[in-house]
Structure formats: C-alpha cells, structure tokens
C-alpha cells in the first residue's frame, strides 16, 4: 500500500523554466492538497481540490497552477519558475467528511537557479 | 486569517515529559491538530481535538482550550526517536469544503541522553 507518491522526488531548474510535480493516492481519498515548506515557516497551502475536477485557492497560490482529473492524480505546475521557488513541496490527501487527518507524501525538494 | 504561535525549540531528557504549547488567532476555527516531522521526512498526524478537553494516544496527549485559543501536546517517556519537529495545525470553517489546515511554524524536539 503506496499511500502519497510524489514525483520526482529532488528536481533543479533554471529561472524561466517551467515543470510538474505528480501527486498520486492510493486510498480513493475525495481531497488532495499541495504545500510547500521553507525553512522556519511550516507548511503552507498553495492549493487544493475536494473532489475530481475541482481546485481551490489556498494561502500562496501565485506562480502556480494545479490540476486534478483523475480522483487518485494532483498535479502541481509552475509556468515560469523563479528563485523564491526553491522549497520542498508536500502533497497530502484525506478523506472529505469531519475532520480527516490529512496524509502526506515524502516530499519534492526543488531548487531553482 | 490564522495565526499560530509555538516554541521554536524545546530540549529534554529521555524518560521525561514535554509539553509543547500552542496558542492561534483565528477568524474560524473548528479544531487543533498536531503533526510530527523528522528530518528530511514527511509530517504524520498525531492528534486532534475539535472540542475542549485532553485526548490520549498512547504516550502522546493533546489538550484544547476554545475559550483560551490555546493548546498543547504533552509527550510522556520520552525516547530518543521523539526527536523530531512538532507542528500544530488549525482546522478552518469547512464550509465549501476542503478540511484546510494553517500550520504553526513548528517546534524542534531535541531528546538528550
């Protein structure tokens, strides 16, 4: 039982590239999350989706953008990456009734040059 | 909005207790969970409390006071595995659903010998 894979799990790019992160559940979980962690900051939510085919803003959604067409698949894309990208980025995916606690994949650590 | 507010570093000794408080400003809350990190690691949930009160998980405790936006989770014998990064983590107004937590910016245990 995989839970949350992330892929890739390490990724560097240049400034301007673009590129997406793939978020997969296996335990048919109605929403999905992606967050990125800095340093001395926690997680913070950049977006979101309670069911297959709809995403939500969260608390840092500039520079990207998500999509979610399978129940099991959240991807996460940055159009132009820029330095203030660099961050490890978490999925997590929960159940949608009460609260759920949420399950967190092993992580994607990015830079970006 | 959410704000939350813990120790940023709490050391102790195996075999003692540790409580690591914390307290929110929040413009809608529906309860406080608490996640574990280790390092280079995906958070886990530990405990979550939607109402007043203490509840246990083994050697981990979480308590919530509503009225006093406060709470904390006590670990008691400690042992050198408990190293690791504690975030708490506000459950917002469901309502357009989502499940959504604002995370604390965390607090790094350190269990000594």
């Known amino acids: 039982n995989a839970g949350v894979t992330q892929t890739p799990k390490f990724r560097v790019l240049k400034t301007g590239q673009s590129m997406t992160l793939l978020c997969a559940q296996d335990?048919?979980?109605?929403?999905m999350y992606w967050y990125r962690q800095d340093p001395g900051m926690g997680l913070r939510l950049i977006h979101y989706s309670v069911g297959e085919g709809t995403t939500a803003k969260g608390e840092v959604p500039d520079g990207y953008n998500v999509s979610r067409l399978k129940k099991q698949n959240f991807l996460l894309g940055l159009e132009s990456a820029a330095p203030s990208q660099t961050s490890v980025y978490f999925c997590?995916?929960?159940?949608?009734?009460?609260?759920?606690?949420?399950?967190f994949g092993d992580g994607t650590r990015l830079s970006i040059l | 909005g959410q704000s939350l507010e813990q120790p940023s570093e709490v050391t102790a000794v195996e075999g003692a207790i540790v409580q690591i408080n914390c307290t929110y400003q929040?413009?809608?809350?529906?309860?406080l969970s608490w996640y574990q990190q280790h390092d280079g690691g995906a958070p886990t949930f530990l405990s979550y409390n939607g109402l007043d009160g203490l509840e246990e998980t083994g050697r981990f405790s979480s308590f919530l006071s509503r009225s006093d936006s406060y709470g904390y989770l006590l670990l008691q014998e400690l042992q050198m595995k408990d190293s690791a990064s504690y975030f708490c983590a506000v459950r917002e107004n469901p309502t357009g659903g989502g499940n959504k937590l604002t995370f604390g910016t965390g607090t790094q245990l350190k269990v000594e010998l």
């Open positions: 929040t413009s809608g809350f529906y309860g």
């Open positions: 335990m048919n979980h109605e929403y």
């Open positions: 997590a995916s929960s159940r949608g009734q009460g609260h759920q606690p949420q399950h």
